[in-house]
């Protein structure tokens, strides 16, 4: 089987609510698409003295089976 990935990086914003990503619409989004969410990392933030202070956002990597046309002849090793 063949796969296809995706990966979308968002920076979270300050809000009354809190910090928030805005990816609650889009992850709905491409999750009906058949997209499943296989891996997340923090993104950190240096302060001055290049330590790291705090998550400023997150980057997500998607996969789901490849749309395409098998061009090995639908054989797999």
């Not at 240096?46 to 046309?69: C, E, M, Q, W």
């Amino acid at each position: 089987m063949k796969w296809e990935y995706l990966d979308r990086m968002a920076l979270f914003t300050d809000s009354t609510d809190g910090l928030v990503s805005g990816l609650d619409g889009w992850i709905n989004e491409v999750g009906a698409e058949g997209w499943e969410l296989v891996g997340s990392t923090p993104l950190i933030a240096p302060n001055r003295d290049g330590i790291a202070y705090g998550t400023i956002g997150v980057h997500l990597v998607f996969k789901r089976p490849s749309l395409a046309a098998p061009t090995d002849g639908g054989i797999s090793p």
